[in-house]
C-alpha cells in the first residue's frame, strides 16, 4: 500500500457528513493526501446522490485512487457510489470492517456514518483502511464475479 502522502482522495457527503468530512480532510492534508472534496460545501439540507455519483466517477475513471463517503448512516451514499460498476464502497465502523473492507474486498471507498462514530473513530477508520492492502488469491476471483 502506498503511504497516504502518495495518494489522491476523492471525497462526498451530504449535510449530515459535512463536519466530520471536514475533520477527515483536515487529517488527510496534514498526512500530505492529495484530496478533492466533490461536496456537499455546508451544513445545509442536500441530496447525497449529487456528490456521490461525481465522485465515484472520478474513482471508476482512475483519477483518484481511492474515494471517502460519508453521511448520516453511510448507507445511502455508499449505495449510490455502489450503482457504479468499478466501485467497491464499504461501510464501516469497527475497525475489523474496515481492514477487512480492504484485505478481503479490495473496497476503493471507504464510507462512515457520521451520526455513528466519533472524529477520532473516523480517523483511526481512514488510518487502517489506507494502510491495509488487498490479499488477493481467492478473493481476487469474487471480487471479479461483483460486477453485471
Not at 3 to 16: K, V
Not at 37 to 42: A, E, H, K, L, T
Not at 114 to 132: D, G, M, Y
Request: proline share 3%; aromatic share 8%; hydrophobic share 40%.
Amino acid at each position: 500500500m502506498k503511504a497516504l502522502s502518495e495518494l489522491r482522495i476523492a471525497l462526498a457527503s451530504d449535510h449530515a457528513g459535512y463536519a466530520l468530512k471536514q475533520d477527515v480532510i483536515a487529517y488527510l492534508t496534514d498526512q500530505g493526501a492529495t484530496t478533492h472534496d466533490f461536496g456537499c460545501y455546508s451544513t445545509n439540507s442536500c441530496d447525497y446522490p449529487d456528490f456521490a455519483h461525481p465522485m465515484a466517477a472520478a474513482v471508476e475513471k482512475g483519477e483518484y485512487d481511492f474515494g471517502i463517503t460519508i453521511c448520516s448512516t453511510g448507507n445511502g451514499i455508499c449505495m449510490t457510489a455502489n450503482k457504479h460498476q468499478g466501485i467497491r464502497a464499504a461501510l464501516c465502523w469497527d475497525n475489523d470492517l474496515a481492514r477487512l473492507a480492504r484485505q478481503h474486498n479490495n473496497a476503493n471507498v471507504l464510507g462512515l456514518p457520521a451520526n455513528f462514530i466519533s472524529r477520532e473513530k473516523a480517523i483511526e477508520l481512514v488510518q487502517i483502511f489506507f494502510s491495509t492492502d488487498f490479499e488477493g488469491g481467492r478473493h481476487e476471483r469474487r471480487i471479479n464475479k461483483i460486477p453485471l
